[in-house]
């Protein structure tokens, strides 16, 4: 089991910038796929960036070029550095990790297939 907890969120206007961070704790002995959701009200939870367990970042259509996933495995940490933010960007930010889970690109996985959840960290782009 993987103890997962984000912060960094916060409001900001469209155009600026904002990293999130996750910290790891439990199973933190192993590479495996960690990664970034969101949800805004009255939408599904989709997918932003996850990296998989050799470092490869995989990014939705949405955020790529924008947004950039970052893994430092010594510090258990997840970080999500975000830039030119825009309105659609606004929602709730869930780190997610599974010790199961290898490779995590999106065309491959849903969000259930992750076990662990933090308990999200709120972005809102004005």
């Known amino acids: 089991h993987v103890q997962l907890v984000e912060s960094g969120g916060g409001s900001v206007q469209a155009g600026g910038s904002l990293t999130l961070s996750c910290r790891a704790s439990?199973?933190?002995?192993?590479?495996?796929?960690m990664g970034w959701y969101r949800q805004a009200p009255g939408k599904e939870r989709e997918g932003v960036a996850t990296?998989?367990?050799?470092?490869?970042?995989n990014y939705s259509e949405s955020v790529r070029g924008r947004f950039t996933i970052s893994k430092d495995t010594n510090k258990h940490t997840l970080s999500l550095q975000m830039n030119n933010l825009t309105p659609e960007d606004t929602g709730t930010y869930y780190c997610?990790?599974?010790?199961?889970?290898?490779?995590?690109?999106?065309?491959?996985?849903?969000?259930?297939?992750?076990?662990?959840w933090g308990q999200g960290t709120q972005v809102t782009v004005s």
């Open positions: 990296i998989d367990s050799d470092g490869t970042p």
């Open positions: 997610t990790a599974d010790p199961s889970l290898l490779w995590c690109r999106f065309d491959d996985i849903i969000p259930s297939d992750f076990q662990n």
């Open positions: 439990g199973y933190v002995y192993s590479s495996y796929c």
